[in-house]
């Protein structure tokens, strides 16, 4: 019996590393092949319009998919649907490395799309299964939100040195290694769990219904395409007023009466806009403002990627069984705020070290905090024959809130910047930045309300 409890914690723990490795491999590929569309673009012909198709068809799939992948996860087992969502992801990239022709890599992207809505949407539920103790699971969320959150930065440095050090088949052959390894490593650590079964949620016209409803609003999102979101209205409309009659529905709303759940689901796309166009306008500025070229643009985001592996990893389990989810998670929302405040004030001809620098702390330190508590606190009062679907949800909401964010930010920032034709280039630049860092601030602070609102405080510090 001594050396069973051992085994057991050690068969976790690495469990809990493969489902980090997927998850990096999925988080990688969502940046790393942006350095490389220029190659891509050349090398197989692409139009300017075709070439945006490289990143749609992956983020339609992909944004499509999740909520669908996380409730088969219940139905039909977790450890089955990331099996097939690794297996396929990891063909896809192979077939994305070899692809000889344009329509070839939009196919295998799509593909590619699909294999990461299965693994990814049922990662986050596997962990909580893995980790009932609540300490335990508080320092493995704080692990999976850093790779979540630094593999981004990670993916322009690694993106830049494949391409250029090989080619850009390369990231996409890279995944090879890692998806076998992390497949083999999986089917010996992950345990097996049968599900529920079909019969407790066999909803066709439901799935057929959420999974239109989510593709076209992504489409919508990237394509700034208003018939799309036409659509996608009463497609989502359809498909609530479908689960709330049908008789073994696909998504039982009951899982919105959980106040927990659905807080953080608010709070986190909230969170998730303001953070998605952070990363990419402060890139920008970077650029364009700073002149920074693309190498030195990489390094002046590690320390946000280490201020974030140091506080998800070594703090934010410590000081979450200390004083609660809710405290921690209204402790990093204030620093967020506080950096995107910071931002908004870095003059056109600023330096690193004294301007950036603080606000890029404050981002990784508040990220490193706000997101293992809000994954925590969200995912605590899910029933557990519903936490796969909780995953999926979670999911869902990043990737549309992301890209709703990253959209309107900057749209807010362009408009801003041509609304100011007088002013010096890097002036009117800066400007738009500014302004799109202010209202980033604004909804963080709204979270931050709706934070102390909604999650009420509990007696003796720490969450049980």
């Not at 090989?166 to 010996?188: D, E, K, Q, T």
């Not at 630049?429 to 602070?445: D, E, M, N, P, R």
């Amino acid at each position: 019996m001594l050396e069973t409890v051992p085994a057991t914690a050690r068969r976790r723990w690495l469990a809990l590393a493969v489902l980090c490795a997927q998850t990096l491999m999925i988080v990688l590929d969502q940046t790393i092949v942006n350095v490389a569309l220029p190659s891509i673009g050349a090398d197989l012909g692409f139009g300017q319009a075709g070439l945006a198709w490289v990143i749609n068809a992956y983020l339609i799939a992909f944004g499509g998919l999740l909520l669908l992948s996380g409730r088969l996860g219940d139905l039909v087992g977790r450890r089955r649907v990331f099996l097939a969502g690794l297996a396929m992801f990891t063909v896809a990239s192979l077939l994305c490395g070899l692809a000889w022709h344009a329509g070839i890599l939009v196919a295998a992207r799509f593909l590619q799309g699909i294999g990461g809505a299965a693994s990814s949407a049922v990662a986050l539920s596997m962990i909580v299964a893995l980790f009932p103790d609540l300490r335990e699971r508080a320092k493995a969320i704080g692990a999976f939100s850093f790779v979540q959150a630094a593999g981004g930065s990670t993916g322009a440095v690694a993106g830049g040195v494949l391409t250029e050090a090989a080619s850009w088949h390369w990231i996409f052959l890279i995944n090879l290694p890692i998806g076998l390894v992390a497949g083999l490593a999986a089917l010996r650590l992950l345990d097996r769990d049968r599900g529920t079964g079909l019969r407790d949620g066999a909803d066709v016209l439901g799935a057929l219904l959420v999974t239109a409803a989510l593709m076209l609003g992504v489409y919508a999102i990237v394509e700034n395409d208003l018939v799309a979101a036409a659509l996608a209205v009463p497609l989502l409309a359809a498909f609530l007023f479908r689960e709330a009659k049908a008789m073994r529905p696909l998504l039982p709303l009951r899982i919105f009466a959980v106040r927990t759940l659905s807080g953080a689901n608010v709070v986190l796309g909230l969170l998730i806009a303001a953070m998605f166009g952070f990363q990419f306008l402060v890139v920008l500025h970077l650029r364009q403002v700073l002149g920074y070229t693309a190498e030195w643009t990489g390094l002046a985001m590690v320390p946000v990627a280490a201020a974030i592996a140091v506080v998800s990893i070594a703090v934010s389990a410590r000081v979450t069984n200390r004083f609660g989810e809710r405290t921690v998670l209204l402790t990093g929302l204030v620093l967020i705020t506080a950096g995107l405040l910071l931002l908004a004030r870095v003059p056109a001809g600023g330096h690193y070290a004294p301007d950036l620098l603080p606000a890029l702390l404050l981002l990784g330190v508040g990220f490193g905090l706000a997101m293992p508590a809000l994954i925590a606190l969200g995912m605590r009062d899910a029933r557990p024959e519903d936490i796969g679907l909780a995953s999926g949800l979670f999911n869902t909401t990043q990737q549309v809130a992301g890209a709703l964010g990253l959209s309107a930010l900057a749209v807010l920032a362009t408009a801003r910047t041509g609304a100011l034709p007088g002013l010096p280039v890097r002036e009117a630049l800066t400007a738009g930045y500014h302004l799109a860092f202010l209202v980033a601030a604004g909804l963080v602070a709204a979270a931050t309300v709706l934070t102390a609102l909604l999650f009420p405080a509990r007696r003796g510090g720490a969450t049980r």
